[in-house]
C-alpha cells in the first residue's frame, strides 16, 4: 500500500503526464499555425515589394507579428515542456528512492 507521500508523488505524476501529452498537442497546432503565419508572412514580403504601397507594407508587418508572435508562444510551449519532463523525471526518481 502506498504512503501518503507516495500517493502524492503518484498523483503528481498523472498530473505531470497529463498535462505533457496535452502540450505535445498543442505545440503540434502551433507548429501547424507557425508554418501556415510563415507562409502567410512571406507572401505578404512578395507583394509588399512588388507594389510598394504603404498598404502592403503594413500587411507584411503584421504578417511578421503574427509569425513572431506565434514562434514566441511556440517556445513559451516548448520551454514549459522541458520543464515538466524534468519535473516527471524527478517525480519518478523520488518515487524509486521511496521504493528502495
Known sequence: MLSP?????ERRLRQVARRISALREEIAVADEQLAHFADLADDS???A???ET???DEEHRHAERTTTA???HRADMV???ARLEAEQDDLL???LARQS
Open 5 to 9: 507521500v507516495g500517493f502524492l508523488i
Open 45 to 47: 514580403r512578395i507583394r
Open 49 to 51: 515589394m512588388v507594389s
Open 54 to 56: 504603404p498598404l502592403a
Open 70 to 72: 506565434m514562434a514566441r
Open 79 to 81: 520551454a514549459e515542456l
Open 93 to 95: 526518481d523520488r518515487m
